[in-house]
């Protein structure tokens, strides 16, 4: 049974370009959650995706995107990056049925030059 | 005001010792509680959750939560060096949507 998977697991990009991240959620899970992760701090919440809408959105600007497929994989858009959004993305699976408890995917290192 | 807080550590115990971590939240509305757990450069993954005013436990790990107080704690039995990692306390609002601290840095020393 797979679990969440992400990719590419690492990329360099300049400031002002955009990135695409995806996520496969882990089998039987509907919900698929962004996080971020500066280096030394804790998951930041960026949005949640059920049935293909944005559901829940942190405190994030709208440079950042996403999109759920009927497939429930997702991808996180980040646009205009700053040095600042140097990070770990990491998505998150669960069940809107179950007790929402979320699975990690490892994650995808973005670095901003 | 942080929706989750914890102390940042480094929090060290002797191999054997008790291992006592700490969490506040913000929001009366929480509903889920959980730890994870995150070792260097990996992705986190859960070792406990509780839903209800009390003691859980799981092995050498328990969570304790006092809605009351807006407090959760994990305390880890027995510490290994294995257990040496981040963990981070998250919580889950009505619409499940999940908020994590910062993480506290466990260290046990062999």
């Known amino acids: 049974d797979a679990g969440v998977t992400q990719s590419p697991t690492h990329l360099i990009k300049t400031r002002g370009q955009q990135v695409t991240l995806r996520c496969s959620p882990k089998?039987?899970?509907?919900?698929v959650s962004w996080y971020q992760q500066a280096l030394g701090q804790g998951p930041q919440f960026i949005f949640q995706y059920y049935e293909e809408e944005e559901r829940q959105r942190g405190n994030f600007p709208d440079r950042f995107s996403g999109h759920q497929f009927p497939n429930y994989s997702s991808e996180l858009n980040v646009n205009a990056l700053l040095l600042g959004d140097s990070a770990l993305y990491l998505c998150a699976s669960s069940s809107r049925a179950g007790a929402n408890v979320l699975t990690f995917g490892a994650g995808s290192r973005l670095t901003v030059l | 005001q942080k929706e989750v807080e914890q102390n940042s550590g480094p929090l060290s115990v002797p191999e054997g010792a008790i291992a006592s971590l700490n969490c506040t939240y913000s929001?009366?509305?929480?509903?889920?509680f959980f730890w994870y757990r995150q070792y260097s450069g990996k992705s986190p993954e859960l070792i406990m959750s509780?839903?209800?005013?009390g003691d859980k436990e799981d092995g050498r790990f328990t969570a304790q939560l006092n809605k009351a107080s807006q407090y959760v704690s994990l305390l880890i039995r027995d510490s290994q060096p294995s257990d040496s990692a981040t963990y981070l306390c998250a919580v889950s609002l009505w619409n499940n949507d999940m908020r994590f601290g910062a993480g506290t840095r466990l260290t046990v020393k062999p």
């Open positions: 089998s039987g899970h509907d919900t």
């Open positions: 929001d009366r509305g929480s509903q889920s």
């Open positions: 509780i839903y209800s005013n």
